[in-house]
């Protein structure tokens, strides 16, 4: 169930761990429910916290997926996948959550299954993380301008791809033949 903030209101009184407060400087942990690209918007459940007794274990975080909200990306500064945390804030000017910094911009993957990218070309990557494919399968676009313009990338070669906001693409930077 998506909630979009009405005029009159500051934040989502009827979530508990949402407390009232100053909303420009109040800082709300989320979790993406479906991909962010940069300088769009996604959906995200709202994340609480449960200390262990224990120091050496860590904190255990829990998406409540009853309460989500539409988190927006306005500067280009973000890429998230499902289930990646990242904290927002409310803006009074925009009447809606922003996220807060910068993460997700640099990531690992694999060319896709038949498919070539010429020097000067772009073609589609499947996102890795942790050591394997996003599941579901997540496939960015990306362009082979910036490395080795001799080197044809073909399916299943690993790469390293970063998002360039001032040109609004992905670029290769590195590669493993």
Known sequence: MEYELERTEQLRPDIPHIAAGDPETMVVQVAA???LDPGE???????TWTETA????????????TNQVTIYDPHH?????????????FSQARHRYEV??????????????????S??????????????????NVYITVQHSWIDNNYTLNAGVEVIFEYFRDEDEWHFTDFHC
């Open 119 to 136: 020097p000067g070309g772009s073609g589609e990557v499947l996102v890795w993380v942790q050591g394997a494919a996003t599941n579901p």
């Open 77 to 89: 500064l973000n890429f998230l996948l499902p289930t990646e945390q990242v904290e927002v804030r």
């Open 33 to 35: 429910s479906t991909k």
């Open 54 to 65: 224990s120091p050496t274990n860590d904190d255990v975080w829990t998406a409540d997926s």
């Open 100 to 117: 807060v910094g910068s993460q997700g911009l640099r990531r690992k993957g694999k060319i896709k299954t038949g498919v070539t990218i």
């Open 41 to 47: 918007s996604c959906l995200a459940d709202t994340v």
